[in-house]
């Protein structure tokens, strides 16, 4: 009987808020100089010991969170599987430790196979080597020999698309060139089991489109794929299996098709037409300058409805906080079906509205005349960038609706040969003369 190609015996990791932790060689080095810098600020002349201030006081003593919790699995050869749950759930702390780049605290990773992985944009590329001879490097690191590397060169360049950067320190590459040469390297070079976490976002929609399908190739000559996304419709086109991870534990582990509904109607919060939602508590990565705070919605002004139809008014309103005044950016509301594939996209841009943020919070209402959407459920998301391109806040999943039909006959309804929208149309019978 084949061995698996990975199998977790009770990983768990710890971390310590206020402790430093060093999941790379970067991060220890960069701790290192951090230390000695703060050491030689507190020995100036005339200081003595004992007025040196400790690092930590009673009243701010370090708290341990666990990152993972007793998490146990195997993925089978040739298997692909899909990671999914909310930011924080401890999806990148699994990717690492499978990757050997983060130590458990408990449990084992046993590995049978030689692994490629592409986690955080940077890792594995040294950025003062030159992209052609960061690719030599990867291929090394992964037990590749010279030759080897050079019969897959001609491949990874055509797909990394750098063209004449590839002789230029990859320190100087844009985000989108980085990950574009990270992801070509990382999928060539051979791993019989690839790791791939959500940074394919990172680049554009012709890339990540060119990315999944290299994933869907893999997986087909039979490589282990273990992929975490945030994009629900790429991970029921891609993985057999998926893991639901909340809160550092494994809660779920089986069909992609039963996980993704699990996850959906359980860690999305319904809507409650009406009442405000604490789009703050929810867990991502946003700016400390802006970010959404509240969010609700009602069928018109005021007036809280027991369900949306189709073609009827839908209107919504964003509250925005930020930390200082004159502060430009651009939001968007965006509509999307349960597996992620955006549907509408309501652009403060493309409304020719300029959005000037105050200090404080600041409230806008967007109105949709009619909903153009059929039978189903939704979700709905959030996201802001300032006028530069920088992202500010991204929330996937503030809320679920439901499209009710008014009866079955109705144009709402869903039959199998329905399209997803709904729109005005006329038919007229022209009489040859």
Known sequence: MNKPAIK??????????????????????????KHALTRSTNHKPGNS???????????????????????????????????????GAGKTTLLKILSRITEPTGGKAIINGRIGSLLDVGTGFHPELTGRENIYLN????????????????????FAEI?????????????????????????????EILLVDEVLAVGDIAFQKKCLGKIGNIAKEGRTVVFVSHNMGAIQRLCSK???????????????????????????????YGEWIDVGKITRKKSSEAWFSKFRFCQTAGTPGKQLTPNMPLQAEIVIRATHDQFRVRW???IADLFGTKLLNFDSARADKQVILDHGENHFTLTIPRLPLKKGTYKIGLWMAQES????????????????????????????????????YQIEERHSD
């Open 8 to 33: 977790a015996e009770h990983i768990s990791k710890r971390y310590t808020i206020g402790m430093p932790y060093h999941d790379t060689l970067r991060d220890a080095a960069a701790s290192i100089v």
């Open 49 to 87: 010991p004992a007025n040196i201030r400790p690092a930590y006081s009673p009243a701010s003593s370090p708290q341990t969170i666990w990152a993972l919790q007793d998490v146990s699995f195997e993925i089978q050869q040739g298997e692909v599987v899909g990671i999914i749950g909310r930011n």
């Open 139 to 158: 291929g090394a690191i992964l037990g590749m020999t010279r030759r080897e590397i050079t019969r897959k060169f001609d491949a990874i360049t055509s």
């Open 163 to 191: 063209g004449k950067f590839l002789d230029t320190p990859v320190k100087r590459y844009s985000s989108g060139m980085y990950v574009r040469l990270a992801f070509a390297v990382a999928a060539h070079l051979e791993p």
């Open 242 to 272: 998926t893991m639901l991870i909340q809160k550092g534990k494994l809660t779920d582990f089986g069909p992609t098709a039963d996980i993704l509904e699990k996850y959906i109607t359980e860690t999305i919060p319904p809507v409650h």
């Open 332 to 334: 968007a509301m965006f």
């Open 389 to 424: 391109g920088i992202r500010l806040d991204f929330v996937h999943d503030v809320t679920v609706f439901d499209v009710h039909a008014l009866d079955e006959n109705y144009l709402g309804s869903r039959r199998a040969n329905d399209g997803i929208f709904i729109c005005d």
